[in-house]
């Protein structure tokens, strides 16, 4: 232990400090041996910490996180986020955001009464900096207390007098001293936005939500409304963002953030938690979980996702990560005005939900069957047509007659007016020569052209191998390779099989070109001569599948 | 002090005696008054808001004490279930009780 703890006298101060004098010659603060303030240490890391320029007229703004009728769950939650984080907005870290100076009941490095004198300075304009409320709980109405001990208290007034002499200062009175002055009072969590579990059914302390208590009329300083942040607890990253934005308003640094009717960040709950729910497709094709621990969506065991104004389900609890239905939770409306009484009780499920769940049952009892159907043919590749090569797939078994002609009529509808001019089915009959396919049944085979068969009319026809073009050789391969085309080509595209310049998009070439010209599309003269025919080119330019006209098909040897 | 626990004492280090001690709980929030009349299973997320550093323990003993009440037991793997659960609590508000809320 050091000296200085030994010998400082820990009890309280009890004569006025001068004005201007730092706590630091008042060394009668528990834990705080440096006597340091919250405002010395923002000051020491504005000057220190190497940000150079930092836009707008502010250089730091103060915060007083009062915490009313609260569980400290919401000062929890915002520990926990990640953008930005609470150090981000600590250290000033964000360009445009002022360095935040927070006095709050658990962090702030003052105790005591040098804790709430900074309280008084603000309440006197002589902060040297505008300061900010977030208020966490909710508010009781103090006139119903007992003996005027404070259903919740703050601090205890006035400073610098004995115990016997004091008052202790309820967090509601803290609110009306400060909030004329404040540049923006934000309401942190459910209790503070709409009033919460202390003001639900039996309410003792006629606890009311901090839009209540400031009244309708309550404008900042700054000209704000008071802005809501609910959740039970809210989200983290919630707070940070709507304070980070709020922050960058009032340093002209940002537009004006857009808060819904009930004063919450539009661009955050504007969605329903179901909208962006995993458990959300089960809903629509009507599968529902009958006990907890499935995987499929909950709204019969009682959640009340589909009509609650929540984020969570998009932005994770902690980091993106997590949140209610994803670790297997229903939804019971926490960041709701009617929680908790309007959505209790928790495990019954909702009455609206006998029509929306009987609904979704009945379509997706059309939906399912057909959805597997088509999902089925998807999950096999175009060569696993007849003979399913994998030993997993063949486990599948293959098709039935009614599958085929499902899949036979999908497909007409899929491939009406559509570019790709040829079904799948179609395409997968011409691939390329040299490609190995699987047997084919008879009807099948009758249809297809012969590969060897129309590789010696391509010969006649003067149209070079692909074997010739595959190995870099003959005359066309070279030209491209000298820059024919007049664009650069990657020396690794001369490797593969290549089309002549001025060619059709053909039979032998034409993948390939598609391939190229996807890759680095061609530009300038060389790309107009390489779409032109050339004359005499007796092959049919445009036909997609490239096939040389007028040669007839030969069977193809059995056994291949 | 963290847990809405006003604590105040003038000890004089030297003659190693204490002057004056004094505590005060500065929060009153009714609870329960407000579980009263409520199906007894949401005393589980009710209960739960008493404190939001150590909010899994108090959803916890209130499904022992619906447990107690009603005369059932959770099957072995709810009851296993439930001890991780806790056990995850803890971990979680100790440290913020000890690094954070604690602060001396």
């Known amino acids: 232990m050091p000296d200085q703890m030994l010998t400082v006298p820990m009890m309280a101060r009890l004569d006025r400090p001068i004005e201007g004098e730092t706590s630091r010659t008042m060394p009668d603060q528990m834990g705080n041996v440096a006597g340091a303030t919250m405002d010395e240490l923002a000051d020491r890391l504005i000057e220190t910490g190497g940000r150079a320029f930092m836009p707008g007229p502010l250089k730091k703004i103060v915060v007083f996180w009062l915490s009313g009728m609260s569980c400290d769950g919401c000062s929890i939650s915002a520990l926990g986020a990640t953008e930005p984080s609470v150090e981000e907005l600590l250290t000033g870290a964000l360009p445009g955001i002022p360095t935040v100076v927070l006095h709050h009941y658990a962090t702030a490095m003052e105790s005591g009464d040098h804790f709430t004198r900074s309280f008084e300075l603000a309440e006197r304009g002589d902060l040297g900096a505008p300061y900010v409320i977030v208020y966490e709980g909710s508010i009781p109405d103090e006139n119903l207390t007992v003996e005027g001990e404070p259903w919740s208290a703050e601090g205890s007034l006035p400073l610098w007098v004995g115990s016997e002499e004091r008052r202790r200062v309820p967090t509601a009175e803290w609110v009306a001293r400060l909030a004329p002055r404040a540049a923006a009072v934000i309401a942190i969590g459910t209790c503070a936005t709409w009033g919460g579990i202390p003001a639900s059914y039996g309410n003792p302390t006629a606890s009311m939500s901090l839009m209540d208590f400031l009244g309708k009329d309550y404008r900042s300083a700054f000209g704000l409304p008071v802005i809501n942040v609910p959740g039970c607890a809210p989200l983290g990253d919630n707070f940070t963002e709507t304070v980070a934005v709020t922050l960058l308003f009032l340093n002209k640094q940002g537009p004006l953030p857009e808060f819904d009717e009930l004063g919450r960040p539009a661009w955050l709950f504007a969605d329903t938690v179901h909208r962006h729910c995993p458990r959300a497709g089960y809903y629509e094709?009507?599968?529902?979980?009958?006990?907890?621990?499935?995987?499929?969506?909950?709204?019969?065991?009682?959640?009340?996702?589909?009509?609650?104004?929540?984020?969570?389900?998009?932005?994770?609890?902690?980091?993106?990560?997590?949140?209610?239905?994803?670790?297997?939770?229903?939804?019971?409306?926490?960041?709701?005005?009617?929680?908790?009484?309007?959505?209790?009780?928790?495990?019954?499920?909702?009455?609206?939900?006998?029509?929306?769940?009987?609904?979704?049952?009945?379509?997706?009892?059309?939906?399912?069957?057909?959805?597997?159907?088509?999902?089925?043919?998807?999950?096999?590749?175009?060569?696993w047509r007849d003979k399913i090569p994998s030993g997993w797939a063949a486990e599948l078994g293959g098709p039935t007659l009614t599958h085929r002609v499902m899949e036979y009529f999908y497909e007409k509808v899929q491939y009406a007016a559509s570019e790709a001019s040829r079904s799948p089915e179609a395409r997968r009959r011409s691939t390329a020569a040299g490609t190995s396919l699987p047997p084919r049944p008879p009807t099948a085979r009758r249809t297809r052209t012969c590969r060897t068969r129309r590789a010696a009319v391509a010969r006649e026809r003067g149209l070079p191998r692909r074997r010739e073009l595959a190995l870099g050789g003959g005359a066309s391969s070279a030209r491209l390779r000298t820059g024919a085309l007049g664009n650069v080509l990657p020396e690794s595209a001369h490797r593969v099989r290549f089309p002549r310049p001025g060619a059709p998009q053909g039979r032998i070439g034409g993948r390939v070109q598609l391939r190229h010209a996807r890759a680095r599309p061609l530009a300038g003269r060389g790309a107009a001569q390489a779409q032109r025919p050339r004359q005499g080119d007796e092959r049919r330019p445009g036909h997609p599948g490239g096939r040389v006209a007028g040669v007839p098909c030969r069977r193809r040897p059995q056994g291949r | 002090m963290g847990g809405s626990l006003a604590f105040h004492a003038v000890v004089d280090l030297k003659a190693g005696k204490v002057h004056e001690a004094n505590s005060v709980a500065s929060l009153f929030r009714g609870y329960e008054v407000i579980l009263k009349g409520r199906d007894p299973r949401d005393a589980m997320f009710i209960s739960s808001r008493v404190c939001g550093v150590c909010g899994g323990v108090h959803s916890v003993t209130s499904s022992l004490a619906i447990e107690m009440a009603f005369g059932i037991a959770p099957p072995p793997m709810g009851l296993a279930l439930r001890n991780i659960q806790l056990a995850l609590d803890f971990m979680l508000d100790n440290p913020l009780h000890l690094y954070i809320l604690a602060r001396a």
């Open chain 1, 285 to 383: 094709e009507g599968t529902f979980a009958q006990e907890f621990g499935g995987k499929e969506c909950l709204v019969e065991l009682g959640c009340w996702g589909p009509v609650v104004n929540c984020n969570i389900t998009e932005r994770g609890a902690v980091g993106h990560m997590g949140g209610c239905m994803v670790a297997g939770g229903s939804c019971i409306g926490c960041t709701m005005p009617g929680f908790p009484d309007k959505f209790s009780p928790f495990y019954k499920r909702p009455p609206g939900a006998e029509v929306s769940a009987f609904t979704s049952r009945l379509t997706g009892s059309f939906i399912k069957p057909l959805r597997r159907i088509s999902q089925r043919e998807r999950n096999r590749t175009n060569l």
